[in-house]
C-alpha cells in the first residue's frame, strides 16, 4: 500500500527527515511513536504532500505520488487528520462533513446517515457551529470529514490530544470497527502509550528524523521498556 524509499524532508535550510524507509500493507495499522521534535508530524506531512521532500520517494498503491500535492494525493485515497483538528470553525457540523465528500460529488441523504450510523455523537450536533464543539465532539467531526472520502489510508497525527478519556475510547472502538469494515489502513503518530497499543498492530519508533526500530506492543505497557526504545522517558 505505502512505500517510502529514502525520504529526506525539512523547513527550508533545516532538514527533518533524514533518509526515512517505510513500508505499509494494505488494511495494517502501524503506530508511529517518538519524542517531540524526532520527525513524526513532518514524516505525516510528506506522506499527504503537504511537505514535499528533497529527495526520496513515496509510492502509493503501486504509484508514485512523490510530487503530487495534498488534493491529488486525496484523490488516490489517502486523508489526513492533522494535530489540532483543523475544522471549519464557522461552518455547521453538517457542512462541515459535507467538505469530505468534495472529491466524490454531492453527498445523498444515505451517505450521511452511514456515516453518522459510525458516529452517532455527531447526530444531535449537525446544526452546531464546529468551533463551539468541545474537543472531543471537534476530534469525532474531523475524523469523519477525514472517512467521508472513502480513503484506503488514514494518517492520524496525535489524535489523543486534549480530549477526555470517554471519547478516546469511542475514537479507537471506531476506528477499530471501520478498519475491518473498509479494510482501511491506518498511519498513527500518537503519545498515549494506550491508544496506540490498542490500535496497531506495529508501533515503529522515529528518532532524529529516522526509523530507528520497532516496539512490541505487549511492551508498550512497561514505560522502562519504552524509555529504552525511544530515549526519552515516556508516561501514559
Do not use: C
Request: aromatic fraction near 4%; proline fraction near 5%.
Amino acid at each position: 500500500m505505502l512505500d517510502i524509499q529514502h525520504l529526506h524532508a525539512g523547513y527550508g535550510s533545516i532538514p527533518v527527515l533524514h533518509g526515512v524507509d517505510l513500508q505499509i500493507a494494505a488494511g495494517e495499522a502501524v503506530g508511529i511513536l517518538g519524542h517531540n521534535g524526532m520527525g513524526k508530524t513532518t514524516l505525516l506531512r510528506s506522506i499527504m504532500g503537504v511537505l514535499l521532500p528533497s529527495s526520496g520517494s513515496v509510492h502509493f498503491k503501486g504509484q508514485d505520488v512523490t510530487r503530487m500535492l495534498p488534493h491529488q494525493r486525496a484523490l488516490v485515497g489517502m486523508a489526513y487528520v492533522p494535530q489540532g483538528r483543523d475544522i471549519f470553525p464557522t461552518l455547521s457540523v453538517l457542512d462541515n462533513l459535507r467538505m469530505g465528500w468534495v472529491k466524490r460529488g454531492r453527498a445523498s441523504s444515505d451517505d450521511i446517515d452511514q456515516l453518522l450510523n459510525d458516529f452517532p455523537r455527531l447526530k444531535p450536533l449537525l446544526d452546531r457551529m464546529g468551533g463551539s464543539l468541545s474537543g472531543g465532539e471537534q476530534q469525532l467531526l474531523a475524523l469523519a470529514r477525514a472517512l467521508a472520502g472513502d480513503p484506503a489510508m488514514l494518517l492520524l497525527d496525535e489524535p489523543t490530544e486534549g480530549i477526555q478519556p470517554s471519547i478516546i475510547e469511542e475514537i479507537a472502538d471506531t476506528l477499530t470497527s471501520l478498519r475491518k469494515q473498509r479494510a482501511l489502513t491506518i498511519v498513527l503518530v500518537e503519545q498515549n502509550l494506550d491508544f496506540i497499543a490498542s490500535l496497531s498492530e506495529r508501533v515503529l519508533v522515529i528518532k532524529r528524523g529516522q526509523i530507528t526500530g520497532e516496539i512490541p506492543r505487549e511492551h508498550l505497557s512497561d514505560l522502562d521498556i519504552v524509555s529504552e526504545y525511544t530515549g526519552v522517558s515516556a508516561s501514559h
